[in-house]
């Protein structure tokens, strides 16, 4: 049985993203704010630095009932103990992450354009993120801004549960919502606030009013 997360707010962090603050503080703050799924996305750090890191997160979000997925890393995942992976294009492939982690990992996939769209294996994810949606300097993106309609209508080709992600900011997260997602990811809209728990808050605040 796959494990039950919540995507109205999903927080992705990673260790230049908490201007200087340590992680976990950070991840345990948007947790207790309302964010339901949190992603350790870390391109730079060692292997051990990111199990680590990965450890830290788990022991803290846990105990609220949040999970924690890592970036592209299976073996980081599987090492840490974590709740499952995020998997970009050129990740390993979600049926090869599924026969590794399990049934009951949480899987996720992110697709830029409706043919990345229709060939993921909906029978071997639990979640799709589309994106980005708007510009944003937390990730580099080489695929332009799909905006709210491109998310749209990728979001019309699913029955899975959907985020979508770069750029949201209070501003803007209602609208795309209405794209047809069920919650939206974000990196500095959060991790970069002075206070990262009444951010999430906010946040989630306008996704749940958008939703009903």
């Known amino acids: 049985m796959r494990q039950q997360f919540d995507l109205s707010l999903y927080l992705v962090i990673g260790p230049d993203h908490c201007a200087g603050r340590d992680m976990a503080d950070v ?4 947790a207790r704010g309302g964010a339901g799924l949190v992603q350790l996305r870390d391109k730079t750090s060692t292997s051990r630095g990111q199990i680590e890191a990965a450890r830290a997160l788990k022991a803290r979000l846990a105990p609220l009932g949040v999970p924690l997925v890592i970036n592209d890393r299976v073996d980081v995942a599987l090492a840490a103990g974590a709740d499952g992976v995020h998997l970009g294009q050129g990740d390993m492939e979600p049926t090869d992450a599924r026969g590794l982690l399990g049934e009951r990992a949480i899987i996720g996939v992110t697709v830029h354009n409706l043919d990345e769209a229709r060939a993921v294996p909906l029978d ?12 944003t300097t937390s990730k580099n993106n080489p695929n332009p801004p799909i905006d709210v309609a491109g998310c749209a209508e990728i979001a019309a080709l699913f029955d899975l549960p959907l985020v979508a992600i770069a750029g949201i900011t209070p501003g803007n997260a209602a609208t795309v919502i209405a794209a047809g997602v069920q919650g939206i990811a974000v990196i500095s809209a959060v991790c970069a606030a002075a206070d990262p728990r009444a ?8 996704v749940d009013e958008a939703k009903s």
Do not use: K, P
């Not at 071997?124 to 510009?135: L, M």
């Not at 951010?199 to 306008?206: C, E, F, G, P, S």
């Open 27 to 30: 991840a345990e703050a948007a």
């Open 199 to 206: 951010a999430a808050a906010d946040l989630r605040a306008i």
């Open 124 to 135: 071997q994810v639990d979640y799709v993120s589309i994106g980005g949606v708007f510009a």
